[in-house]
């Protein structure tokens, strides 16, 4: 196995392993690419940097940036492309393209610039995983750079006007999303059977739409009438990320694995005190049959509990 | 300024519309949204490729009404890509690499205003740009990563692109198709209701790589990742002698 590969990225929620997009579509990527990923979830300790989320850890180095880390995947033979023609190629870079210039401007508004979803929904989540005083500044100071990308790539010179910009935005980001299901169609992913580098990008622009829950939804509304892109979302969810369905973060799966290790061992215990009382039981004189009781209770009573406390 | 001039008179020529082109100095002040070059039809003003696409469609001229909605989406997400990364990485070029903004970018972005607008203008539209690449993240980008980017994008478009003329080769002529049909005549020579015909997606493509193969910079290599595609090559001079009727190709050769 290569060297291990850490993922320093935000945690998840609303059933989603991240509700941050870069994050999910490296999360995605390595899914499909069998690339052993170990995931940090960033929380409100003062561990790992926020600078420029989602970072990949190696041995030798570190890299920022989607597009890098998937192209140093790709380097490491964990292709998730490799099945895909030319021209499928040229088209994945072309769609990724379509993405970044027609829905990210209306998702970074929806997230981070409308005041009743920032103040109630974004603002509030990112805030409880950074610790103070960070909690105070980073939040503001990701707002502000999500409007100055509005603004600077979509605004017009020399009055960088909000409203003039909103409208435009959130038509282009329908029409994008319209695009998107008419190429969809009825497959399973964009590229026949197989789930490709176009296929996490789009993954992880859409599910955090999909999925957060909003004050103002408009965007949401429209992609929820889109029931491909939705059963494309759901699928990915249901087929990669089945254990972190329950709102269960990476981190948190440590303690499944640590409770799933416990359950084991009390498994193995018990079938161990089952065995012994059978030989007991058949070496015994003939009696008639009574009730294998109290000597179970305990184990069954632990056993009980820990099933209680896994489920969610 | 000359790139988006050149899409647009191609994009016009193609659609078989005469075009007559002036030269003023408050071009981007006249122009609604700011930027040039834009089209002045009888008494409306519209600017920049997209809405004046639309506007030529409303006026009944269309490149693309013989795709379907899946061609259609590509030809979009082609387009954005060129955007994307062919005209970012054009400005990079020319206002955050020192040595082409030393020498020509400056010299040339002032040269209708008097000193010192020039230089003061010019340092605006400079400090502008890098807010903006600064904002979409090629601000740490060095030129080498930069010219990386234009190859990938370049190759993206000599995969699509192939051995076909056109990026979209076939679209079915409505006009033709429908006179056939009610003339009840069977459907042999389907190929017939086929027409080659360049798209919005060509004359965008077009504009930019005529740009960069004929702009003069301080190093050729932008240029030299183009002409690395010959198909690329030979699509530019077949735009170039239809659409714009120059007997010998301005495009070098390396």
């Known amino acids: 196995m290569a060297a291990p590969l ?47 989320v989602p970072v990949l850890t190696t041995e030798d180095n570190t890299i920022s940036q989607p597009a890098k880390i998937l192209n140093f995947l790709r380097k490491q033979k964990y292709n998730a492309d490799y099945e895909l023609s030319a021209k499928q190629g040229a088209d994945t870079l072309a769609y990724i393209a379509l993405l970044e210039e027609k829905l990210l401007p209306a998702v970074l508004h929806t997230f981070w610039v409308e005041s009743d979803n920032y103040f109630t929904v974004t603002k509030p989540w990112f805030a409880s995983r950074m610790p103070f005083p960070l909690s105070l500044i980073l939040p503001g100071r990701m707002s502000k750079g999500a409007l100055n990308r509005i603004l600077l790539t979509r605004g017009e010179p020399p009055l960088y006007h909000l409203r003039e910009v909103e409208a435009r935005i959130y038509r282009d980001a329908k029409e994008c999303l319209n695009l998107l299901s008419n190429r969809l169609g009825t497959s399973q992913f964009f590229f026949g059977d197989m789930p490709s580098t176009l296929d996490a990008y789009v993954f992880g622009f859409l599910a955090p739409l999909y999925k957060v829950r909003f004050p103002k939804v408009q965007l949401q ?40 290790q416990k359950l084991t061992q009390l498994v193995n215990k018990e079938s161990n005190l089952i065995e012994k009382m059978d030989d007991n039981l058949r070496q015994s004189p003939q009696l008639p049959p009574r009730k294998l009781p109290t000597l179970k209770l305990t ?11 896994l489920s969610p | 300024m000359c790139l988006n001039n050149i899409c647009m008179s191609a994009f016009l020529q193609m659609c078989n519309l005469p075009i007559k082109v002036v030269c003023r100095a408050n071009a981007e002040y006249m122009s609604p949204s700011g930027k040039v070059p834009f089209i002045h039809v009888g008494n409306q003003v519209v600017s920049e490729l997209g809405p004046i ?28 890509l060129v955007n994307n990364m062919l005209l970012t990485a054009e400005l990079y070029l020319q206002w955050c690499d020192d040595a082409t903004v030393g020498e020509i970018t400056l010299a040339r972005y002032g040269s209708p205003y008097p000193w010192p607008l020039n230089h003061i203008l010019a340092y605006q539209k400079q400090w502008e740009v890098k807010r903006k690449m600064k904002a979409i993240g090629w601000g740490n980008k060095t030129l080498d990563q930069v010219l990386e980017d234009v190859d990938q994008c370049c190759q993206a478009l000599s995969q699509r692109l192939g051995t076909q003329p056109y990026f979209f080769n076939k679209h079915l002529n409505i006009w033709k198709f429908t006179v056939h049909v009610l ?13 080659i015909m360049p798209t919005e997606l060509d004359a965008l493509v077009f504009g930019h790589l005529y740009t960069i193969l004929t702009t003069q910079m301080t190093n050729d290599e932008l240029s030299e990742k183009v002409k690395n ?26």
């Open chain 1, 6 to 52: 850490e993922l320093s990225c935000w945690g998840g929620g609303w059933g989603l392993p991240s509700v941050h997009s870069d994050s999910l579509v490296v999360m995605a990527y390595a899914k499909f690419s069998g690339a052993p990923l170990k995931v940090n979830v960033i929380d409100n300790t003062w561990r790992g940097s926020r600078g420029d």
């Open chain 1, 221 to 260: 509304e429209h992609l929820k009438q889109l029931s491909n892109l939705c059963r494309f979302c759901d699928d990915i969810l249901n087929s990669y990320f089945r254990l972190s369905l329950g709102g269960i973060s990476p981190a948190g799966q440590e303690t499944v694995d640590a409770n799933l």
């Open chain 1, 299 to 309: 184990p069954a009573e632990e056993e009980s509990n820990s099933l209680q406390r």
């Open chain 2, 53 to 80: 696409v639309q506007f030529v469609k409303a006026k009944g001229h269309s490149l693309s009404d013989g795709l379907d909605e899946v061609q259609k989406a590509e030809m979009k997400a082609y387009m954005e």
């Open chain 2, 183 to 195: 003339s009840k005549s069977g459907l042999e020579n389907f190929e017939h209701y086929f027409t």
């Open chain 2, 229 to 254: 595609y010959s198909n690329l090559l030979a699509f530019c001079r077949r735009i170039e002698q239809h659409y714009f009727g120059k007997g010998s190709s301005s495009i070098r050769l390396s």
